[in-house]
């Protein structure tokens, strides 16, 4: 029967403490997502603290027979172009790689990286792979249904029509004035919204496309709709 292992990096130390996620699966032993055990030991032998990042997410499904190299394989979905590469685990070798474009402009279809994933996919070995990570695109507007399915097409980071609903955020949030409503912007949430953040680009979806906007369950970046859809 097929068994998923998930995990999350830990600290650079490697630290691991009862209650966290691991960044390696514990040999012979298949933990839920969270749930590790009082007993579990105090670091993870064997991975460099330098190989160590944050939230890296990982699916397995198997350790790989003894003795057998172990293959991950990492997917890089960009705004030009998505990237596969399959690579040694313990050395970082790279053994394979794909590649295919994804359309130009500042608004795609969310199916076109879809389809390019496929195409690289389809350059590359992945039978033997143990695990698998997607990065990609931030600040993309992937807006979902309350079935899954895409509302519109996606304004990317670089998509600047939400610029004027940038302002109007900023400064709503400061009673007219900008500068308060930037200090508030930055106390709340840290940073101040520009253009190329998703939350302008749903204010601008209220405004002008209500209709588009009432359909709205659920909002992904790019990346996260990827990892979503694999």
């Given amino acids: 029967a097929r068994r998923w292992r998930w995990w999350t990096c830990v600290p650079p130390r490697g630290e691991v403490r009862a209650g966290a996620e691991i960044s390696a699966p514990l040999v012979g032993t298949l933990f839920p997502s969270g749930a590790l055990p009082e007993d579990a030991p105090s670091r993870v032998e064997g991975i460099p603290p330098e190989r160590m990042g944050n939230q890296l997410l990982l699916k397995c499904n198997k350790m790989g027979k003894e003795g057998a190299m172990a293959l991950v394989a990492g997917i890089d979905s960009s705004t030009q172009s998505c990237k596969v590469i399959v690579v040694d685990g313990e050395t970082g070798r790279i053994v394979r790689e794909g590649r295919a474009a994804h359309p130009d402009g500042t608004e795609v279809a969310p199916s076109a990286w879809w389809d390019a994933l496929e195409e690289a996919v389809r350059q590359v070995d992945l039978n033997e792979v143990d695990a698998v990570a997607v990065a990609g695109q931030q600040h993309g507007m992937v807006c979902l249904d309350a079935d899954g399915e895409v509302v519109r097409d996606a304004l990317l980071w670089n998509d600047t029509r939400s610029a004027a609903a940038a302002e109007e955020l900023v400064a709503e949030f400061g009673e007219g004035n900008r500068a308060a409503g ?18 302008t680009k749903l204010r601008w979806l209220a405004d002008d496309e209500p209709e ?15 990892t979503w859809k694999i």
């Fill in 182 to 199: 930037a200090r508030w912007w930055a106390d709340a949430v840290g940073s101040v919204p520009v253009a190329s953040y998703t939350v």
């Fill in 212 to 226: 588009n906007a009432a359909r709205v369950a659920a909002v992904a970046l790019p990346h996260d709709w990827l």
